[in-house]
Structure formats: C-alpha cells, structure tokens
C-alpha cells in the first residue's frame, strides 16, 4: 500500500450557544465553518505488531501518546474493523492545541473518514458516528468538512456555497482547557437554530450570534480582553468572535487586502503571539 496524504482543517465555530446539560456533557448547538488552515496527515500501511504515530511540526510539542488518533486505532482494532493491519501515521502539527480549533478531533475524523472511504474499515454511516462519538463529542463534526450548522437535536445539516470569509486567527501564549470552561458555563440559552437554513451563515446573521463561552474566557484572561479590542477597534473585521472554548480568536473579512493588511498589523503589536490568515472553504 503506498502512502497517503490528507488534509485535517481547522474547525470554525461561527456560533456557539449551551442549550443544556446530560449528566456528563454540555448539550450545544452551533453554526460550523472550516479553515484551509491545516494539519497535513500521512498515512501508509506497515509490517509490523503495532500501529506508529508521529507528531511532527510546530505544535506537537505537547502531545502525548494518548491522543485522538491513538484512541481511533485503538477503538478499531478493539472492534477488529482494521483486520490486523498496522498503520503509520504522521501527522504535520500546523493548527496550534487547547485553542478551540478543533485541532486533535479534526485528525481523529478524516483519519476514520478516510479508512471508511477506501473500505479499509468496512461499517456503516451509524457505526461511524458512535465511534466518533466515543472518541470526542467534536470528531463528529470532522467527518465533513462542510458548513454545518448543528441543532438542539444533535442533528447535524450541510451547506454548500456559503458566504466566504477572509480571516485572521490569532492564538495567545496559552491555550484553554476545554473541561475547565464548559465547567463554568452555568447559564443555557434556548435553541434558536433547530430550522437550518444557508442564511446562517451569512454576515447579517452572524452579526447578531455569539460564543456564549466567550465572556467566560474573557472574564479569566484580561489578555485576550486586550486582543480583541485592539482587533475590532483597530483592524476593523466585520465581527470578531473566539472559536470553541478558546484561546483562539478570529477576525472575519470580506477583502483579502484587509485581512492581509490586518495580520501584518497584529504581527507588529503582538510579536510573541502566533497568528495566521487564512478562508474559510
């Protein structure tokens, strides 16, 4: 089997709003777009006993051995679905951890997505969607990477041909724990995306959206207070909203002379912060 590269993109949350709780998890409902920001995955068939991972790139310092990825095998080899075989897999680490970007469920969902397409598993759309579930309540998501808008029910609806953004995305020194701010989220708010429609996911709606995790993440760090001030005020996006449970923040556009005008302008005032622009697909 020759070796294949895959592209694992960074997951946006246009919106995000906590509409309950079960007993162990938030129940959400969200409005999802993707960046062409990505990680890079090769994957190759080997001789061997055991599967091989491999982090490589700028953000896989920190990874440990039990990762999404890990877990998928694991979980496929506990189902049998992989027949013995071993895979390599390495991932190019290019979307930066703990900032609400999806990075690690992103990798989990197209490495299963891709063992299901080439019938190297052989299962249905059901049982990939309870092994997804088992890995991370996000991995699911990364199965498409389309716009989706997730409702109340946990039903998932993809659009095509959405309004695209041109955007800045911009990480602090620190990442946030995702367990850490669902656990301070308190308040629910009543679903309000239960009929998806293409409007969604265009900028007068999204205007008027939020990330109701936001003002928890806002309210601990004054530092990415500071950020997104000086990107509304001084750059002047369209909207600024962090995605998932942060630290990540996005600016969106609707010019790439903008957007590229605005990362030249954060790079300057924050030179220890990465950033990067990008689109949304």
Same mark, same amino acid.
């Given at each position: 089997m020759a070796?294949?590269?895959?592209?694992?993109?960074?997951k946006?949350?246009l919106?995000l709003?906590i509409?309950?709780?079960?007993?162990?998890?938030?129940?959400i409902?969200s409005?999802i777009?993707?960046?062409l920001?990505?990680?890079?995955? !090769?994957?190759k068939?080997?001789?061997?006993?055991?599967?091989?991972?491999?982090?490589?790139?700028?953000?896989s310092k920190?990874i440990g051995?039990?990762?999404?990825v890990?877990?998928l095998?694991q979980i496929?080899?506990?189902?049998?679905?992989?027949?013995n075989?071993?895979f390599i897999?390495?991932?190019?680490?290019r979307?930066?951890n703990?900032?609400?970007?999806?990075?690690?469920?992103m990798?989990?969902?197209?490495?299963l997505?891709?063992?299901?397409?080439?019938?190297?598993?052989?299962?249905?759309?059901?049982?990939?969607?309870?092994?997804s579930?088992?890995?991370?309540s996000?991995?699911?998501?990364?199965?498409?990477?389309?716009n989706?808008?997730?409702s109340?029910?946990?039903?998932?609806?993809?659009?095509r041909?959405?309004?695209k953004f041109?955007?800045?995305?911009?990480k602090?020194g620190f990442?946030?724990s995702?367990?850490?701010?669902?656990a301070?989220?308190?308040?629910?708010?009543?679903?309000v995306?239960?009929?998806?429609?293409?409007n969604?996911?265009?900028?007068?709606y999204?205007k008027?959206?939020s990330?109701?995790?936001?003002p928890?993440?806002?309210s601990r760090y004054?530092k990415l207070n500071?950020?997104?001030?000086?990107?509304e005020?001084?750059?002047?996006?369209?909207f600024?909203?962090?995605?998932?449970?942060?630290?990540?923040?996005?600016?969106y556009?609707?010019s790439k002379?903008?957007c590229?005008?605005?990362?030249?302008?954060f790079n300057?005032? !924050?030179k220890?912060?990465?950033?990067?622009v990008?689109?949304?697909?």
């Amino acid at each position: 089997m020759a070796g294949t590269k895959i592209k694992s993109y960074a997951k946006l949350n246009l919106a995000l709003n906590i509409i309950g709780k079960t007993s162990s998890l938030h129940k959400i409902e969200s409005i999802i777009a993707f960046a062409l920001l990505h990680d890079e995955i !090769y994957i190759k068939k080997i001789k061997s006993k055991f599967h091989k991972i491999l982090f490589t790139g700028k953000f896989s310092k920190y990874i440990g051995k039990n990762n999404t990825v890990s877990k998928l095998l694991q979980i496929l080899d506990e189902k049998k679905l992989l027949r013995n075989k071993k895979f390599i897999i390495k991932i190019n680490k290019r979307i930066p951890n703990k900032a609400g970007l999806g990075g690690g469920s992103m990798n989990a969902a197209k490495i299963l997505k891709y063992f299901f397409m080439k019938r190297i598993i052989k299962t249905n759309k059901k049982e990939l969607f309870k092994i997804s579930k088992r890995i991370g309540s996000d991995v699911i998501l990364g199965l498409n990477s389309i716009n989706t808008v997730l409702s109340a029910n946990s039903k998932l609806t993809y659009f095509r041909k959405c309004q695209k953004f041109y955007i800045l995305i911009v990480k602090p020194g620190f990442g946030c724990s995702t367990e850490e701010i669902y656990a301070k989220a308190k308040k629910f708010n009543k679903p309000v995306l239960n009929k998806p429609n293409k409007n969604m996911f265009k900028l007068d709606y999204l205007k008027k959206t939020s990330n109701c995790l936001e003002p928890i993440v806002l309210s601990r760090y004054n530092k990415l207070n500071a950020i997104k001030l000086f990107l509304e005020k001084e750059l002047r996006p369209a909207f600024v909203r962090m995605t998932g449970s942060g630290s990540a923040m996005v600016a969106y556009f609707q010019s790439k002379h903008s957007c590229d005008y605005a990362g030249k302008k954060f790079n300057k005032k !924050y030179k220890n912060y990465w950033c990067i622009v990008s689109k949304t697909i």
